[in-house]
């Protein structure tokens, strides 16, 4: 349900994981500028499977512990990204080989910061549903 706001902070991950890698830069290398997509393979899968899980998540609404588990590997997923973003950056020779760092190197921090509320809000609404039924 979208009206559920762990709903919308999927659906930003959705667009952080699945559009902006098309539109931001990753870094540019020998003059070349490498965009998730379509220079860099192993990244666009990461990025992609991260998108797809996110859109599945969202529609997994009726399973709370469902969508918190997704949410899990959603978060490992975007840290393999920036893990793997890391080591190019840290093992390329100074200026030589990536002289531009693009913002698309970033994305993944953001997915994890909204995949974090996300799991937040879904922990308030399980504990919610919780307190009621010890009410019945």
Partial sequence: MIQRIQSVYMLIVAVVSGVFPLIFSL????????????????SGILFAISAVLAIYGIFKFKTRQTQFVLNRLNILI????????VYRVLTSSGESLISEKGVGIFLPVLSIVFLFLANQAIRRDENLVKSADRLR
């Fill in 27 to 42: 870094y540019t290398q020998a003059g070349t500028v490498v965009f998730a997509y379509r220079n860099d393979i192993a």
């Fill in 78 to 85: 975007n840290l393999t990204l920036l893990g793997i973003f």
